[in-house]
């Protein structure tokens, strides 16, 4: 993207701003939270313009009562548990997995769900247990090891089912509190699987525009331009400039298993509490593949500890630097809760590239 694309999408975002007074537009996603500092995106914006950061960094809006019951697994003899490397450091009530593979837990990082799979095939004497988080993008690869787990009649592999769906999230944070939005900046990844047309839901009942982008500058700036300009005009529609990857449909293979794997279940979000249909449980015949049924785990209540912030910060309710804890007694090297843990968090992000002077390294 050359200077004179830049400026003139700039131009477009300040005469969008300039004739509202105020724009207020959410991105949902987490990696959209990173993009923007990371590129300076951000900082290129008129002041009239405020991005907030919403509920779209999976490890963040993943239960207190879900991780423990990651470390009660991993206590367990003979078992091992497989995760994604951001969920490893994030503080459950007695320490992090990380802490317990200090003191001898099996903990392992994979990069895919087959990895865990694999794992399970190459140690039948081990009972592994992945740790199924994230939303619409990540589901898909989990239902596919399922399947392959199902077929090759594994069973000493096993999932702590903590998927999360992303519409009746929003259908929450937009139905209660008033966050006065004037527009979403939605996400790249799920949208790839749920398709444009999903956000239809959102666009009629709140009369909130929609624009789903990608993550490299001018996508940024080209997805911010056309909520701003919808904002102007007093529209509320749903706008994909992300036509390369996503489609009206999204991904029906991708959806299709999903289905096939799963049932829509409540599900509690860290500081939000139990949305209704927010999650994902396992359909028969392969509910035999739920950790929490097989190995007797405990969902215990949510927690957040004391002063931490990250619920309201979830919930675009607060900024990181509100929390009293924020590049002090929280850091991304000792966290205290997962906002600053996740590579998708936004107190990480803000950390890294917003520090104020004065505030600890």
Same mark, same amino acid.
């Given at each position: 993207m050359n200077e004179q694309e830049v400026n003139a999408l700039l131009t477009r975002i300040r005469a969008a701003v300039d004739a509202v007074g105020e724009i207020r537009l959410m991105e949902v996603c987490g990696t959209h939270t990173v993009s923007l500092f990371r590129s300076g995106v951000k900082s290129m914006l008129p002041a009239g313009l405020r991005l907030i950061s919403g509920p779209g960094c999976p490890v963040c809006v993943t239960s207190q009562g879900y991780l423990d019951a990651a470390c009660e697994a991993a206590a367990r003899e003979g078992v091992t548990v497989c995760t994604y490397g951001d969920m490893v450091r994030v503080p459950s009530r007695d320490g992090s997995l990380e802490q317990m593979r200090g003191q001898g837990a099996d903990v392992r990082v994979v990069y895919s769900a087959r990895d865990a799979?694999?794992?399970?095939?190459?140690?039948?004497?081990?009972?592994?247990?992945?740790?199924?988080?994230?939303?619409e993008t990540t589901t898909p690869p989990t239902a596919a090891a399922i399947l392959e787990a199902h077929a090759a009649g594994?069973?000493?592999?096993?999932?702590?089912?903590?998927?999360?769906?992303?519409?009746?999230?929003?259908?929450? *944070?937009?139905?209660? @509190?008033? *966050?006065?939005?004037?527009?979403?900046?939605?996400?790249?990844?799920?949208?790839?699987?749920?398709?444009?047309?999903?956000?239809?839901?959102?666009?009629?009942?709140?009369?909130?525009?929609?624009?789903?982008?990608?993550?490299?500058p001018r996508q940024l700036l080209l997805g911010i331009a056309h909520l701003c300009e919808q904002a102007a005009r007093g529209e509320a529609k749903v706008e994909n400039v992300y036509g390369v990857a996503v489609h009206p449909q999204g991904n029906p293979i991708a959806l299709r298993w999903i289905e096939q794997i799963f049932q829509t279940a409540?599900?509690?979000?860290?500081?939000i509490g139990e949305i209704p249909d927010s999650g994902l449980a396992l359909r028969e015949p392969y509910a035999r593949f739920d950790a929490v049924t097989e190995l007797g785990l405990t969902i215990g209540p949510d927690y957040e500890p004391p002063g931490c912030l990250c619920g309201r910060i979830i919930q675009g309710l607060e900024e990181p630097l509100a929390c009293p804890h924020f590049g002090a007694s929280c850091t991304p090297m000792r966290p205290?809760?997962?906002?600053?843990?996740?590579?998708?968090? @936004?107190?990480?992000?803000?950390?890294?590239?917003?520090? @104020?002077?004065?505030l600890a390294d």
């Open positions: 799979v694999a794992f399970a095939r190459n140690h039948p004497d081990r009972r592994v247990v992945f740790l199924a988080v994230g939303f594994l069973d000493n592999f096993l999932i702590l089912p903590g998927h999360k769906r992303v519409m009746p999230a929003l259908h929450a *944070l937009l139905g209660g @509190t008033d *966050l006065g939005l004037h527009g979403l900046l939605c996400p790249g990844h799920v949208s790839v699987i749920l398709g444009s047309d999903a956000y239809r839901q959102i666009v009629e009942p709140y009369r909130l525009p929609c624009v789903i982008a990608g993550f490299e409540p599900a509690i979000w860290r500081a205290v809760g997962p906002c600053m843990v996740s590579s998708e968090g @936004t107190c990480a992000a803000w950390y890294k590239y917003r520090r @104020t002077d004065g």
